[in-house]
């Protein structure tokens, strides 16, 4: 039961991260659905918040550049997939804020956010 509302407090994420992969080649991984294909590098290369990343995470899905960029960024990406778990609808907002709060003390606003810190840390397969 808890595990369906972490699903559902997820969903306004995972349904952009559904329409941000329209055409693409999608698997289940262990209940993240990953995408890869065109409109997901466009998203990626252009829309994200660090243009050119191999991978973002929105709600349960990741998208990626390609297959090697999902492979490659799993475990960084299972760990996005868990605060969008505990944070629901507001991770995305919230990640916006570390990273302007980031930049604007001076720090790397991706490298610096609160998010990918926990992230990186967390790793057990950092890239």
């Avoid at 306004?12 to 329209?22: A, E, F, K, M, W």
Wanted: net charge neutral; glycine share 10%; charged share 20%.
């Amino acid at each position: 039961m808890l595990k369906i509302l972490k699903y559902l407090w997820a969903s306004p994420n995972t349904l952009l991260g559904l329409l941000c992969g329209i055409g693409g080649k999608a698997r289940l991984v262990d209940g993240v659905i990953e995408i890869h294909g065109p409109l997901a590098r466009f998203v990626l290369n252009r829309m994200g918040p660090c243009r050119g990343a191999a991978a973002m995470t929105l709600g349960h899905v990741v998208i990626g550049q390609d297959q090697h960029c999902l492979d490659s960024s799993q475990s960084h990406e299972r760990i996005h997939v868990r605060q969008y778990e505990s944070f629901g609808p507001f991770f995305i907002p919230i990640y916006f804020w570390c990273s302007f709060h980031a930049w604007r003390t001076g720090r790397d606003h991706y490298r610096d956010n609160f998010f990918e810190v926990e992230a990186y840390d967390n790793d057990p397969y950092p890239g």
